[in-house]
């Protein structure tokens, strides 16, 4: 399984693009959050890896939480899937029940106008069609085995793990240091995870304490702009790096 990382950045950035990732799946172009200044994101990541990222393949999104660094691009995303297609079509967009609750009220004063289909008010699902993401639960989402697991956040938010035929990515989100979502996500064979100073967050000092074997396997984004992690397994992605995991 491949995944591009399409942003590194912390909610803070003024250097990268917020924390997400574009993952091939077998059925399309998964899309780990939505940040801001979204078609800029994904063509510099095309360019630096060498995959196209095409908007109107990202048939699903998986939207940990609402906060604007991993949640901004949802309206342009919306917009260009029903505006920039001749055959429109609605992305999924997976989260937990409490996001999908209330991701509307953050849509809704760019997004309820009228459409070129209809003259009333638009709703979440003429852009979207969502889907629930309860913990616990097996999905398929675009040909992948997909799961969630709530974090310790300021808000509502979900690691996600995805699991193909050929490996298994873990995506801690943003998170508090919390050692059953570290185990959680150590089952699979690649760790994505978050690493920062502010409240709500991990830092490298907390993740040093696990061992080496499993250090060797988690991957870090989120830190603030310019810092870089001590000499070690855990390396810090960049933007455009293509991950493999087997
Ligand atoms: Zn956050």
Redesign the pocket.
Known sequence: MRAIITGIGD?FSALHYGSSAIVEAPAGLIAIDCPGRLLGMYRAASASSGIPIEVQAIDDILLT?L?G??SDGLETLGFARRYLSSEPRRPRLHALPEVLERVWEKLAPAMDGATREHGGMSHLEDYFEPMELIPGQQYEVAGLEVDCRRTL???P?AGVRLRGPSGSIGWSA?TEFEMAHIEWLAECDLIVHECGDNF?HTTWAELDTLGDELKSRIRLIHLPDGSTPPEGPMRLLAEGEVIVSS
Request: hydrophobic residues 20%; proline residues 0%; aromatic residues 0%.
């Open positions: 909610a939480h906060h660094d991993h956040h300021s808000v938010t943003d709500k």
